[in-house]
């Protein structure tokens, strides 16, 4: 899980930071709430963990409070991981 | 009655929930014309006050102006009131191809197709010319109606961060394997005024093979020298495939938007489009206005070089005064100060001088990113700006900020 973490916040922090940008994510950041993903955007970050765990996450469970944090992210991936 | 007391209850909840999340919107009643100078009823039921307006998009001056209003009244006159009947069945007359092929001409697109409104031709041209084998590439920043028509299309979508070429690029790397690729931005962005990169965006949408749609509502009639828009701004006329506008803000200000470009996409618009197969007709007296909008700035450069005056005119003299703005050259000159609450105090107190300007604070804009939102118009005299620059100095100084970059102002006010 620690691994899935480091790769997600990775992928989240090079995809929706800019490099001069003041915002710092962890793990228990709120990415939604605060604006740094919003709902349109968000879907990179779908298409992302879809290819990179080789799971189909339906709309139903892509919700912005799933994707809320790394963490609720991470504990989403893992329920398709098993 | 089928609207029971739990049923009432249900919407009071939430509206009750918007007005506590700060972003319910107020009713504010003109009592006037569109103009520099308005007479506003607010709040409900107040005197009208006289106050100017700087926060219309009525960039050229032209929602008021005598010569469109005559050529309004006129296709009133000749052409009616309205259609009664979309137009594909008999709600087509000459002056929609008229002012269809002015509007092709002005912006230098082979074709267009007029739709009740922007909005509905951004809801509906990406269903009208994609389908699940394409790719659409977004601005992350884009206008709320292109993400709708987005959303309404069944191909796949992506984003990339806001004007940041690097990342558009990996974002077309990465889609090569779909049939087509459309890229899609705002022209000017209308919360931060800035100008996409679309040199920039030709070329990689050139290298990638690639479309590019630009919604240039916030430019068309006075970006440009000779008002064209962003494209010609840029000078990449050519390279842009497909332009969608308004007649809703610099030209005209009434209603009614269109879709611009490639001979092959308009006409599908024109086939499978939904807004535009399903609502009436842009009626007579805006067609006509509107014609007359796009005679007048093609044969001069007056109203936006008065436009680009002032513009210049009233960020040196905010600059001098202190305020923190974001850098630009368009019209729309976001005051940034970064705390919601400070930027709604800062507008009322503002309004209480005479100046008409809102506060703009999440999720309309980014969190942590309040700002006021000035918009100058051709109809601006300098005086309208020193008094409005004033205004910002006296109400700025009341609260302490001027002199105040970013930081300083979130280390007083927070985000």
Redesign the interface.
Known sequence: MDEMKEVVLEYITDE?L?EDDEDEVSYDSPLIS??IV?S??M??LK?FLETKYSIKLSDEEATPEAFDTVNSICILVGKHLG | MAFSDSTRGLFTDEIEKIKEDGLFKEKRFICSEQDAEIEVEYPEGAPHAKVLNFCANNYLGLSSHPDVIKAAHEGLDTRGYGMSSVRFICGTQDIHRELQDKVSAFLGMEDTLLFPSCMDANSGVFEAILGQEDVIIADRLIHASLVDGIRLCSAEYDTFKHMNMKHLKKKLELHQDKRTRLVVTDGVFSMDGDLAPLDSMVDLCNQYDAMLLVDDSHASGFIGKTGRGTHEHFGVIDGIDIITTTFGKGLGGASGGCVSGRSELIELCRQKARPYLFSNSLAPPIVSGSIKVIDLISSSTERRDKLEWNTKYFREKMEEAGLDMRPGETPIVPVMLYNAKLANDMARDMYAEGIYVIGFCFPVVPAGKARIRVQLSAAHEKEHLDKCVKAFRKIGEKYGILGLGKNEIIEKYGR
Do not use: L, P
Request: hydrophobic share 20%.
């Open positions: 929706y800019d605060s604006g919003d349109f955007s879907v990179s298409r």
